[in-house]
């Protein structure tokens, strides 16, 4: 059982390149999600879906695309990479019955934007 | 707003020590609390989930409380490791909050031996 898989785990872009981050999980689980995590900022959510075809935007979105097409898959892109978005990107899932169930993280994607 | 705080921001205990770790919240209308470790340069690993009708949960050595009417919990470490040095993140799952885990900015421990 894979849980939360995240892809590439570095990656080093030039301002203004785009990429994709992505995510894939096996666990059936309807929730997913995007953090970013910076120094003495905490993680911070950025977007999350409730289902395939659902998305919405968390604290941080602006610069960043998701969609949800699948149940398995919740890819984040970066539209145009900026310094500010050098992170390290956090992508977790819920099942639906979340009272009960924690969230799993997946190991994380290190970004830097020179 | 929920805003989630863990005091200090980091500690130092010589190895065998018990220690507590705290985690304090604003809103008590939560699904659930999870405590994460997470390890430099890697991932966030879920230790313990309490559930917001329940009052503590335990595995091995680690034992959390929850105590929402105070907006309050602790982990609890037995017998501490120079293994258990790793930074410790405690995350709020509020009601209404559409899948927002709220988490606080972490306490970095190390366990000297």
């Known amino acids: 059982n894979a849980g939360v898989t995240q892809t590439p785990k570095f990656q080093v872009l030039k301002t203004g390149q785009s990429m994709t981050l992505q995510c894939a999980q096996d666990?059936?689980?309807?929730?997913m999600s995007w953090y970013r995590q910076d120094p003495g900022m905490g993680l911070r959510l950025i977007h999350y879906?409730?289902?395939?075809?659902?998305?919405d935007q968390g604290e941080v979105p602006n610069g960043y695309n998701v969609s949800r097409s699948t149940t398995e898959d919740f890819p984040l892109r970066l539209l145009s990479a900026a310094p500010s978005q050098t992170s390290v990107y956090f992508c977790?899932?819920?099942?639906?019955?979340?009272?009960?169930?924690?969230?799993?993280f997946g190991s994380g994607t290190r970004l830097t934007v020179v | 707003k929920q805003e989630v705080t863990q005091i200090p921001a980091a500690l130092s205990v010589p190895e065998g020590e018990n220690l507590v770790l705290n985690c304090s919240f604003t809103?008590?209308?939560?699904?659930?609390l999870q405590w994460f470790r997470q390890d430099p340069g890697k991932g966030l690993t879920s230790l313990l989930l309490?559930?917001?009708?329940?009052r503590e949960q335990t595995s091995g050595r680690l034992n959390a409380s929850l105590d929402k009417s105070s907006g309050r919990s602790t982990l609890y470490i037995a017998a501490s490791q120079p293994g258990d040095s790793a930074t410790y993140l405690c995350?709020?799952?509020?009601?209404?909050?559409?899948?927002?885990?709220?988490f606080g900015k972490g306490i970095t421990l190390s366990v000297r031996p």
């Open positions: 977790a899932s819920s099942p639906l019955d979340r009272e009960f169930y924690g969230y799993t």
């Open positions: 666990m059936n689980h309807e929730y």
């Open positions: 879906s409730v289902g395939a075809g659902i998305t």
């Open positions: 809103d008590s209308a939560i699904y659930n």
């Open positions: 309490i559930q917001s009708s329940q």
């Open positions: 995350a709020v799952h509020s009601i209404g909050a559409n899948s927002k885990l709220t």
